[in-house]
């Protein structure tokens, strides 16, 4: 059962215009949901965070929303810029639990 | 520089020849953690490690098996692989993921089992 989802496999952006990566999750236990960005050939890196009492958090260019009642998280990026071309995975964790669920990815192509 | 090494990064095998991947990290974290990573599957946990000589399975442990005896290393070895096994895997490490704690990951090793 895929508890954190990432309906859409890819998602095309101009340079300069918005970008908006969707996750989606069913287990309504998960405390904080985490942004993570992976180039080829790299591994994921850490981008944002954000707990479940909170809606919205900040960070530069990228923001994270959370809508508890749909079960639904975004990560919006404001001006996207050609570096932000990479897969982006959504991850949920519990408090106190030992694991992170990752969703399956999301990769972004900003087109100059 | 904190880090999370991954010896090696690419490796292709034969069915049945034991292999080791090897893991360390220079942040001092307790909790280090082993995922694959296979197309339209994301990350998925294979193992995971609390602190030395703690380790418990994720959601994928079939063939696999971790060590932990000292704090940086944690290693994932397969016995006999098998062509299922033919993945990405990366390593990772954090300071506790149940406290929303980033985790750390290493470049990936790229496995192939012919």
């Known amino acids: 059962d895929q508890q954190v989802k990432q309906n859409s496999p890819s998602l095309s952006v101009q340079e300069g215009r918005i970008s908006i990566l969707n996750c989606d999750y069913t287990n309504s236990m998960f405390d904080y949901f985490l942004w993570y960005k992976k180039y080829p050939a790299e591994g994921p890196t850490f981008l944002i965070s954000?707990?479940?009492?909170?809606d919205k958090n900040e960070d530069g260019r990228f923001t994270v929303f959370l809508n508890k009642s749909a079960k639904h998280l975004s990560l919006h990026i404001v001006p996207s810029q050609p570096g932000d071309s990479a897969v982006y995975f959504c991850a949920a964790s519990v408090q106190g639990a030992q694991k992170l669920v990752f969703g399956q990815g999301t990769r972004l192509t900003i087109n100059p | 520089e904190a880090q999370v090494t991954q010896n090696p990064r690419y490796l292709i095998t034969v069915t049945g020849k034991k292999l080791t991947v090897t893991c360390s990290q220079n942040m001092n974290h307790e909790y280090m953690s082993w995922y694959r990573q296979d197309p339209g599957l994301g990350l998925r946990q294979i193992y995971y490690s609390m602190n030395v000589e703690v380790t418990d399975k994720g959601d994928v442990p079939e063939g696999y098996k971790v060590s932990r005896k000292e704090k940086r290393n944690f290693p994932l070895i397969l016995e006999s692989p098998s062509p299922n096994q033919t993945s990405l895997y990366f390593c990772?490490?954090?300071?506790?993921?149940?406290?929303?704690?980033?985790?750390?990951f290493g470049q990936g090793t790229r496995l192939t089992v012919v």
């Open positions: 954000i707990s479940s009492i909170k």
């Open positions: 990772a490490s954090s300071l506790w993921p149940g406290q929303g704690e980033e985790a750390f």
